[in-house]
């Protein structure tokens, strides 16, 4: 060592000792590398799994970010009515959430949930052009709800025809109070009449009003549902004392309270059968649901069986009804049926004998069907009776439309991506079209054919080309269009973005701690059996909050800095935007950066590509 | 103030009054004793020194390597085999240009155990880059561990201090101590510019390609070159303080002498005495003692020798193969006089072992360097006194 | 339990450059990167031989921003304690003083010194990065060198004979106030111990398993994976040791089979699954003496 510092003069040439006078960054050692880090966001599975095409991921990151109120709006983006969501959506976004492999999936539902009740009275942001073409929606249930509300939202002008004395469609005639106030869906409808859309109720369409009639409108969306119920097709089915599901659910959502009698038999397995199930037990009855197959093949929500079952509903599975019998006889075997008898307690008419059993058969399950599901089959023999005063059919709807133009008549109708029938300038939606007969899906097809329309609309108005880059909207490769995309605002900045979705394989768990999912807050069963209520009351804010940190926020670089705390080359630094930059010059192309990220934001491409 | 002490004690007054301030050291016969007079310097408050008592020489050079780098005087003392396993050490010392002191109790190499004095272990340290200053009695000891300090830190260079086992670490001489304000006054602290600073970071001793290697091996051989100049005038400066100089070399008697004696270490003292002995019988005989062995002062050994017929070098070493080194080094320092005035050098090993080399041994070699008539240089040293 | 960010834990300041000469992937760049973030800027770093004194870089750079000096193979304890009683002589208590090595410089050569200066209680920082073998030298085994593992000369049909060498039960042994095992793959324990360390006065002793990409055969980005994977299949338990005493485990190891671990390593590529049991074995065991002690603790 030197006792002068002279040594370190140019002027003095090689110093006596090795002493360092620069750091190593006059090495390029980035030079090394044959593949590099590039951050490319990608596609979280709850965005691709989402039917409406909400930016969960999105939401989540904001959420955790404390951003409540742009969280909030975020929703707002894809999804006219997030509260009603957050209490009626089966949820498939929980079903794809990667979180599911590590421990519980997030409770998306919930937290989406507490976004919409905060939503409530709040406008969405409105129309940023005012455009001139008129457009009219053929039903107010979800689909024609959600494309009335992104088309106001794209600027045009909106009348929703409604056949009903208030819209809502299947939200409000179909699902039972004590799953979705009535208060929530006024508010949230609420919103879309403040952007001004036109709502003509008490209007069906091809008897107050014809298609003929749509010369006023530049484009139509029907979206009219589904309302006739399937037949069960046995002996009996017209007795008195026989309801058809939709019927029964309408009457209590208009404020009827129906007298079933005490013994209640639901027929079918599907959501409908439980709202029917649910809605016959808060009428006060004991009921019964058979479903001809098992447990394993019903089509309706798990949490709404368990919900039914923990509300008292018994199930008989393996059992189909073969005849219904008004056989009075069968009621004076009971005696205390004969007591209420006596005290008049049902309307029965004096022609009809009201319906007092069902006969049933047993079935055993064969080889899986076209559904996959395993086929029930009869057993030969198996015949019983169960004894009843009210039997509810809830085995499927099918769709009235005849005011359609008639090649569009029989079964569900095809569209385009975009919600195109093959007539021009006629889109339809909802559960016309062959897809899940869910308020998701609906949703989701209102938004598709708002993008499709408006793409319409400005074809014609020599705006935009005939080509939509399909791929480039879905959020994934088979996610909903992203309405954001379409208008091209995303509020989240987003790196390389590529339409791929991150599966659990992508990410990396030991990042991640475990953490229990916060359950809804469920109103207990006896309480809830005896009135309309609202069930389920979903969680405190702060367990919702807590929810959307257990998020893992998949595919989406969210800044968390586990890449530039484990690269080994000092070469990623962060920018003021909250985003990374890679010094290339000195990465050397380890990859830690991107085996570490958490959530698959990272991608090592080759070199020189 | 004069005190009657051993060398050992020499080197730890000279260390004391140096102000060193950390002092590693690990216990080998006979050095010990200057680093146990150091533990209690340190403890009953002389010395504010920090000792590390390390569990090997190589840690002690190491832990002196590690102080020295951050910029504090640093010091160890050690002998023989402790000094060759500091041998790695040394040579990160000397090419790390740290100024650190170390005293040498000269004392010979195993096998078999042998605890008395010869310079084979010194020697054998030759090329790993430290100023090698060998001493004759306790004062010149405690002196030239002071000059030692600030020799080392005027060139960032190591310094070895070597004294002779027992005859001089063991032996009780009056020696003149210097007061500690006239000390600080020759030596002030070290302030090294360069050095383990955490406001200043640098990095030291990092690999060194071919590209730059050379040039640091250059610059270490040009510090070596100034040495004995830098020698010269702290030599000069102490004796203005306190009346005493040695010198890299010193000649005794040399005036119209037609053979010198070549000496260091202890075997001086005695062979000024034979020459004293042989003057009064009108010889004409001298003596030049090395004091400096690296860097070899050829230039005051050109001076001194050239024109004297015959020089008779008295080694207490051995290169197993070659031959004694002072007489060795001596022969190639003198080589380019010219023929009418380069002597005829011949070499004695003796004392080996720390064998006692009697002024009867000395007046052997001086005899048989005077009646040798050859001309030339014999390239073969005589082994003195060895049983068949 | 929620986890506090990484980001939120791990400090900002950089004492590390860029540009420095480690391997693709390097786990003793990456330890060194963290260890430093914990210790801060007032640190000085004795730096014995190792893969280090490369990644360090050449002379006229240094990739420290902090004092370091290069010393010889076995002198990381010795010159770091010459070090520290310089700055204490000059009045300076505050600094920290790290000897930094690697398993040879620990394990092998530089024991003696290490051993000396534990127990001399020397305050310094003793850190070791573990990558199981003389890695900078090409791969030649180690007494760190896992049973069972190819190196260079212990090549075709004789991997490593002998376990691994226990120097943190060697450290312990020395009653020294403070010795942990961490491993960068869990930052935020390593980032405690390093401060624990810090705040400690005598010696502090840190054992880091760093892997090595090109001396485990492992692929460059598998680094964290696999020290991960030495702390689950508790083949490196990460614990502490304060007063040679009392022995905590820090990060649960659950005890994952280690056979994974090893397939992912080129150098156990060899290894027959009767040799894989015998690892097994033996790893269980010496969780179980470990257990032992944590529990007699």
């Not at chain 1, 909400?54 to 904001?62: F, H, S």
């Not at chain 1, 509810?392 to 569009?408: I, Q």
């Not at chain 2, 830098?230 to 100089?245: C, E």
């Not at chain 3, 750079?61 to 310089?86: D, R």
């Amino acid at each position: 060592m030197a006792e002068s510092k002279a040594i370190l003069d140019i002027a003095h040439g090689v110093p006596p000792v090795s002493v360092s006078q620069t750091s190593t960054r006059v090495n390029k050692t980035g030079s090394w590398k044959y593949i590099r880090p590039l951050y490319r966001d990608r596609v979280a599975p709850c965005n691709q799994g989402c039917p409406v095409g909400i930016d969960i991921e999105g939401y989540m990151n904001l959420l955790r970010e404390g951003r409540v109120d742009e969280a909030r709006d975020l929703v707002l983006r894809e999804n006219p009515m997030p509260a009603t969501t957050g209490r009626v959506c089966y949820h498939p976004c929980e079903s794809s959430c990667n979180r599911a492999s590590f421990d519980q999936p997030v409770a998306i539902h919930s937290v989406e949930r507490m976004l919409g009740d905060m939503a409530l009275g709040k406008p969405a942001a409105p129309a940023l052009e005012k455009r001139a073409e008129s457009v009219g929606v053929i039903g107010s249930g979800p689909a024609g709800l959600a494309c009335a509300y992104h088309l106001a939202r794209l600027g045009y002008s909106v009348t929703v025809y409604e056949a009903e004395s208030e819209p809502g469609g299947v939200l409000r005639w179909g699902i039972p109070e004590y799953r979705l106030p009535k208060a929530i869906l006024a508010s949230e409808i609420g919103r879309i009449r403040d952007l001004g859309v036109t709502f003509r109720t008490n209007t069906h369409v091809g008897r107050d009003v014809t298609l003929a009639e749509r010369g006023m409108h530049d484009a139509v969306f029907a979206a009219t549902g589904v309302h006739q119920s399937r037949e069960l097709g046995i002996p009996g089915e017209s007795l008195t004392g026989v309801w058809r599901g939709l019927d029964l659910l309408r009457a209590v959502n208009a404020g009827e309270r129906p007298q079933l009698g005490k013994r209640v038999v639901v027929i079918g397995g599907g959501n409908t059968a439980m709202d029917c199930a649910r809605t016959a037990l808060r009428l006060g009855a004991e009921v019964t649901v058979l479903y001809r197959r098992s447990r394993n093949e019903m089509p309706a929500n798990h949490e709404e069986v368990e919900a039914a079952l923990h509300e008292g509903a018994r199930f008989s599975f393996l059992t189909m009804p073969v005849e219904v019998t008004g056989d009075p006889r069968e009621a004076d075997i009971d005696p205390l049926r004969a007591i209420e008898d006596t005290f008049g307690q049902f309307d029965r008419s004096s022609e009809d004998p009201r319906v007092s059993a069902v006969l049933c058969a047993r079935m055993e399950l064969g080889e899986p069907d076209a559904s996959g599901r395993r086929a029930p089959r009869r057993v030969e023999h198996s015949e019983f009776r169960i004894a009843c005063d009210t039997i509810v059919t809830a085995l499927g709807e099918e769709a009235d439309t005849d005011y359609l133009p008639a090649e569009l008549h029989g079964g569900a109708i095809r569209v385009t991506a975009l919600g195109e029938t093959s007539r021009t300038a006629l889109f339809a939606g909802g559960d016309l079209l062959e897809e899940p007969h869910t308020v998701a899906f609906a949703l989701g097809s209102g938004k598709r054919a708002a993008i499709g329309i408006d793409h319409y609309l400005r074809m014609k108005a020599g705006e935009a080309g005939a080509d939509v880059e399909l791929g480039e909207l879905k959020l994934g490769p088979d996610g909903n269009l992203s309405m954001t995309r379409w208008r091209a605002d995303d509020p989240v900045a987003r790196v390389n973005p590529v339409n791929e979705v991150v599966r659990v394989t992508d990410l990396n768990l030991s990042q991640f701690g475990h953490a229990r999912r916060a359950e809804d807050v469920l109103r207990p069963a006896w309480e809830t059996r005896h009135d309309f209520l609202e069930a389920n009351l979903g969680l405190p804010r702060e367990d919702a909050m807590a929810e959307a940190r257990r998020c893992f926020n998949c595919a989406v670089c969210n800044g968390c800095e586990v890449c530039l705390i484990f690269c080994p080359d000092v070469s990623i630094s962060r920018r003021d935007d909250g985003k990374f930059d890679i010094a290339y010059d000195y990465c050397k192309g380890c990859g830690l950066c991107a085996a570490e990220c958490p959530r698959g934001a990272i991608t090592m491409t080759r070199e020189g590509l | 103030m004069k005190k009657v002490i051993v060398g050992n004690h020499a080197v730890s007054w000279g260390v004391a009054l140096a102000r060193t301030e950390v002092i590693a050291a690990y216990p080998i016969t006979p050095q010990t004793q200057i680093v146990e007079e150091l533990a209690e310097m340190c403890d009953d408050g002389r010395l504010a020194a920090r000792f590390v008592k390390v569990e090997s020489e190589h840690s002690a050079m190491a832990a002196c390597i590690g102080a020295s780098a951050t910029g504090v005087r640093a010091f160890t003392a050690t002998s023989s085999q402790g000094l060759l396993l500091m041998h790695e050490l040394l040579h990160w010392a000397g090419l790390g240009r740290l100024p650190i002191v170390m005293a040498d109790v000269n004392r010979a190499v195993a096998p078999g155990w042998n605890i008395w004095t010869d310079q084979n272990d010194t020697l054998a340290q030759r090329d790993t880059g430290w100023v090698q200053l060998y001493c004759e009695n306790n004062q010149e000891v405690l002196d030239t561990t002071i000059q030692a300090f600030a020799l080392a830190e005027k060139l960032s260079l190591p310094v070895m201090i070597v004294l002779d086992a027992f005859f001089l670490s063991h032996t009780s001489e009056p020696v003149d101590i210097p007061s500690p304000a006239d000390v600080d006054a020759f030596l002030p602290p070290r302030n090294a510019a360069l050095k383990l600073d955490t406001s200043d970071p640098h990095a030291f001793g990092a690999l060194t390609t071919p590209a730059v290697y050379m040039e640091m091996r250059k610059r270490q051989q040009e510090a070596f070159d100034q040495v004995p100049e830098a020698y010269r005038l702290i030599d000069a400066d102490w004796d203005r303080r306190f009346g005493r100089s040695w010198g890299a070399i010193e000649s005794y008697r040399t005036e119209d002498a037609d053979t010198v004696l070549v000496t260091s270490g202890t075997i001086t003292s005695t062979s000024r005495y034979v020459i004293n002995e042989r003057r009064e019988r009108g010889e004409k005989v001298g003596l030049v003692k090395i004091k400096m062995f690296r860097p070899f002062p050829t230039e005051p050994l050109r001076r001194a020798l050239a024109g004297i017929p015959k020089v008779a070098v008295l080694d207490r070493n051995i290169s197993p193969g070659h031959g004694g080194i002072f007489a060795e080094e001596l022969r190639s320092a003198l080589y380019d006089l010219p023929s009418s005035r380069r002597p005829r050098v011949d070499g004695y090993i003796l004392g080996l072992g720390g064998r006692d080399v009697t002024p009867d041994v000395i007046g052997e070699c001086l005899d048989a360097t005077r009646g040798n008539q050859s001309s030339s240089s014999s390239r073969e040293d005589l082994w003195v006194g060895v049983k068949p | 339990m929620t986890q506090i960010p990484l980001k939120e834990i791990m400090p900002h300041e950089e004492f590390l450059e860029s540009g420095h000469l480690a391997c693709p992937g390097c786990g003793a760049s990456l330890s060194m990167r963290m260890v430093l973030k914990a210790l801060g800027e007032k640190t000085v770093v004795a730096l014995p031989a190792c893969c280090w004194s490369i990644i360090a870089g050449p002379y006229p750079q240094s990739s420290l921003k902090l004092p370091l000096y290069h010393s010889a193979f076995e002198t990381g304890a010795s010159v770091a304690s010459g070090i520290k009683a310089a700055l204490l002589a000059r009045g300076d208590t505050e600094t920290t003083v790290v000897a930094w090595a690697g398993d040879g410089g620990t394990f092998d050569i530089g024991l003696q010194a290490l051993s000396g200066a534990a127990e001399r209680n020397e305050d310094i920082l003793y850190v070791c990065y573990d990558n199981e073998a003389y890695m900078n030298t090409g791969i030649q085994r180690s007494s760190a060198t896992p049973l069972g593992a190819w190196t260079t000369t212990t090549p075709g049909a004789h991997p490593e004979a002998r376990p691994k060498k226990d120097i943190l039960a060697i450290l312990a042994a020395h009653r020294i106030p403070y010795a942990a095992s961490a491993t960068p793959a869990y930052p935020e324990d390593l980032l405690a111990k390093v401060r624990k360390a810090k705040a400690t006065k005598g010696t502090r002793f840190l054992h880091l398993l760093a892997p090595c990409p090109p001396g485990w055969k492992t692929a460059d980005d598998e680094t964290i994976e696999l020290a991960r994977m030495a702390v689950r299949a508790r083949i490196f338990p990460l614990l502490e040791i304060e007063n040679g005493e009392t022995w905590r485990i820090t990060v649960d190891s659950p005890g994952d089979p280690i056979g994974p671990y090893l397939a992912k390593q080129g150098r156990f590529r060899h290894l027959k699954n009767e040799d894989i049991g015998a690892i097994q074995a033996q790893v269980d065991s010496r969780w179980k003496a470990l257990q032992r002690r944590v529990a007699g603790s």
